[in-house]
């Protein structure tokens, strides 16, 4: 997003920018046949040096609205629709005294999912030697899915000797979220994270911050405490302005969408592949993606440095605005490995007439995070939230760093299956012939293959080849394959009754 915007009259000419921040808002998220439509905008915040006899610091604060349209195959409007968004970059460049142009870039992460009924062949009846290949899954299926908006609303006090200007900067994060699963509800709580940077009439720059929580239901029919719930939350809307009714202080308002899917792990047994040795069978398969071994994963990584920062020195710092970002990530057996980077943008006290200035460091991080489950082929996705923070400036002109990233892992792996969707029976078979083969195991048999290619049991050939693990048999083995009729015969003749 670029646009230019005009200076208001009431603040003076800019001379040089100092900052540019934003917080972006998703208005409307539209699902059409093959596409998606997302309204939003995002909330900038320029700090500049005024072109006035004192260089003072002011602030603009201004709105670039969006509207994208992204092209996305096979999807349609009844289905589920999850939005992340992640400013990546803001610039702010002057084209004259009275106007400036910004440029904005945003990173979409949409993810779509449908919750559809497949219908299957589950167990078979009537037919007396039907062979069947089974097996015993479990399977994450979407239990429900549900959405509620929430409004944090709150009166941040400022110090009684600071008569609020301007706000200059505004850092919006949510952090400490949970979620708890009651019947028929989901409960999710979290907490807003503002720290603003303002500006007094008399000309000095002050911070304030402040928790703000948030809480909200979700009905959802039949969900219990052992389901997983993956939540997401979207910031819809944010009003930030000084208090028109008490003095000294600053409202805050913010909309919240949170977005609730609820999955449940069931154990089904699918029908693999079927024969009979005595009929002919005419059935279709049909090859399937389903989900299993779903779950969401937290972890803490803590960044303890020293840094000394040479522009910084034993300066105030008014604010630290911190992006992690992932570079590579490796997915290993029960294990991710993470390389990143950490950028922190420092606004600091500064001792020339600006009296602020910034100064941008990246902290390099490689975390190896345990996880039950993951392998080279899982699904992953990774958020990472920004739960602590502390800038101390220390005697020496060193800066102790404390950071606490939070990763949130939501894993599953696909699980491909064959199953069955339709079964007729032929008539009998009129040429069966009592028979005994001999046949060689080739690369990729299996006893299941072989049986049903020669109209055999699996069982009738492990008996007669003395064969104790039906699934382990050798490349070049001989193997005596009685025919089902020839089986049958030499049953009848030894008594035994099938």
Request: some cysteine; glycine content about 4%; hydrophobic content about 40%.
């Amino acid at each position: 997003m670029e646009e230019d915007f005009i200076v208001p009259d009431i603040k003076p000419d800019v001379l040089n920018t100092i900052d540019s921040s934003g917080i972006v808002c998703i208005y409307k998220k539209e699902i059409d046949t093959g596409k998606i439509k997302i309204d939003g905008c995002v909330n900038t915040y320029v700090m500049y040096i005024a072109d006035d006899e004192s260089s003072s610091v002011r602030s603009l604060n201004t709105t670039l609205d969006f509207s994208k349209i992204i092209e996305m195959d096979n999807i349609k409007p009844e289905m589920i629709l999850e939005c992340k968004v992640n400013l990546k970059t803001i610039e702010c460049r002057v084209l004259n005294g009275r106007k400036i142009s910004l440029k904005a870039v945003i990173d979409l992460d949409l993810k779509v999912m449908s919750n559809d009924e497949i219908e299957f062949v589950k167990e078979v009846q009537d037919i007396k030697d039907i062979q069947l290949l089974d097996k015993t899954l479990e399977l994450n299926s979407m239990l429900g899915s549900g959405l509620t908006k929430v409004y944090a609303k709150d009166t941040l006090v400022i110090d009684s000797a600071d008569n609020l200007s301007e706000i200059m900067k505004v850092n919006f994060n949510l952090i400490n979220e949970e979620t708890k699963i009651s019947y028929n509800k989901v409960l999710v709580k979290a907490d807003a994270s503002v720290k603003i940077v303002y500006l007094t009439e008399d000309n000095r720059i002050c911070t304030t911050s402040q928790l703000i929580p948030i809480m909200g239901f979700i009905d959802m029919p039949d969900v219990t405490d052992e389901n997983l719930s993956d939540v997401s939350y979207e910031l819809k809307n944010i009003i930030i302005k000084p208090n028109s009714i008490e003095e000294h202080s600053i409202y805050i308002e913010a909309e919240i969408e949170i977005n609730c899917n609820v999955s449940q792990t069931k154990q089904m047994n699918i029908i693999q592949d079927l024969y009979s040795p005595s009929i002919d069978l005419i059935y279709t398969q049909k090859q399937i993606q389903a989900i299993s071994q779903r779950q969401i994963v937290k972890d803490i990584y803590p960044i303890r440095e020293k840094q000394f920062i040479t522009e910084i020195g034993n300066h105030k710092i008014y604010d630290v605005e911190i992006k992690p970002n992932i570079i590579n990530k490796t997915l290993l057996q029960g294990r991710i490995m993470y390389e990143g980077q950490v950028e922190l943008n420092f606004l600091f006290d500064s001792d020339n007439s600006a009296r602020i200035n910034t100064k941008n460091i990246v902290l390099p991080f490689n975390y190896n995070m345990d996880c039950e489950g993951a392998n080279p082929a899982s699904n992953i996705e990774t958020n990472i939230q920004v739960n602590t923070q502390d800038f101390t400036v220390m005697p020496d002109g060193g800066i102790d760093i404390k950071i606490d990233l939070e990763f949130v892992v939501n894993l599953s792996n696909n699980q491909p299956m064959q199953v069955i969707e339709e079964i007729n029976v032929d008539e009998k078979r009129k040429n069966d012939r009592s028979s005994l083969t001999i046949y060689f195991v080739k690369p990729g048999d299996t006893l299941w293959n072989i049986a049903k290619r020669f109209r055999s049991t699996v069982n009738d050939i492990a008996k007669i080849n003395d064969i104790e693990d039906e699934n382990k048999i050798d490349v070049g083995q001989q193997l005596f394959i009685p025919n089902y009729c020839l089986v049958w015969w030499i049953r009848f003749i030894q008594g035994i009754e099938e």
